[in-house]
């Protein structure tokens, strides 16, 4: 693991990123989070497993350089990365789908993401319409990428992941929602999607009304949804740490509706600091 932390601290120090968060690439064990969903990436990014006796589903790729990571986290979980049929992405960003294309040569499961998204993942470009766009490097392009729409349910086994464009953070930013049980307790769990309104230098949401409306679109949608145990893309941005080691309650049915009453209140105030 030491060596393997050596090697991904390497790739990153190669991104051209001014200021990388040492905890992106920070190795971590995989954990249970409930049912048969499971914690395989880093300390500061998601990589979410989704396990059945007929394959799995994993949402996110993490930095470029992680695909080694996330794999032997898998494994060390009693799992083969063969048996993943389905890759699935949160956003378009290197940090989230940089390993994509690592994974799916490992696993040789498609990419399934919206059309918003999709040619960016097979390109390794971020949108231009992002609010980050110019700030943003690119990551390797992913070779198979199927299309999916708002709304539809991606199926391996008995698991069944909805998806949910909630693109406040990036055209094509998607949350996904699907059930896990333990025994005769279900659970509804939700990756929510990053809600963060970034930019680079200059860009003035308030100039985009069709960014202002998908923004809320989605949190909308976040704060309607069953959700009943939230994971964000970035651990910090629902507590995972704190929750999954019980210092806070894990299970929380307002998770979500929070999530996105600060995103909502966070852009009202960016929209407000750039006047008229």
Known sequence: MKRLAAVLAMVVMALPVA???AEWSEPTAPRQVFGNTYWVGTQGLGAILVASLDGHVLIDGALPGTAPLILESIRALGFDPKDVRVLLNSHAHYDHAGSLAALQAATGAPVM?????AGNLRSGQPSEGDPQFGSLPPFPGVASVQTIADGDTVRVGNIALVAHLTEAHTPGGTTWSWESCVASECRTIVYGDSQSTISVDGFRFSDHPEILKAAEHGFLRLESMACDILITPHPAGSS?????????PLVDPNGCRRYAASARQALARRVASEGN
Request: proline residues 12%.
């Open 240 to 248: 995972f740490w704190e929750r999954i080691e019980g210092s806070e």
């Open 19 to 21: 200021a990388q968060p």
């Open 113 to 117: 993401a919206p059309a918003a998204s």
